[in-house]
């Protein structure tokens, strides 16, 4: 997993493509932790749409939390593209992440 205590910590992906329209996640956060998530380019540029700003907090302890960017789950506009995943955690731990289709 991902852990990162109450101070924070951050971590960036190497540059991926995926299918599908979702990420899912399985994760938990203590009472005060949370995950923020950010899209961007291979070289770093943030995607318009998928910042950290835009991102839901993810709070709680959950199997397959969809999440959300913008009150939007959909993630069409990036499959097949590369990009890079940048995961901010306080408090929390990031067991897996995974991207689904849903009809």
């Known amino acids: 997993s991902l852990y990162a205590p ?24 203590a009472s005060h932790g949370r995950i923020l998530l950010q899209f961007e380019t291979p070289d770093g540029k943030k995607i318009e749409g998928f910042r950290f700003a835009q991102c839901k907090p993810i709070i709680g302890n959950q199997i397959d939390y969809h999440v959300i960017f913008q009150d939007s789950k959909d993630l069409t506009k990036l499959a097949a593209r590369s990009v890079r995943l940048r995961v901010r ?11 689904v289709t849903v009809r």
Do not use: I
């Open 6 to 29: 109450f101070g924070g910590g951050e971590m960036v992906t190497k540059p991926f493509t995926f299918e599908g329209n979702r990420l899912s996640l399985n994760f938990a956060t």
């Open 89 to 99: 955690l306080k408090d929390a731990n990031l067991y897996s992440l995974q991207f």
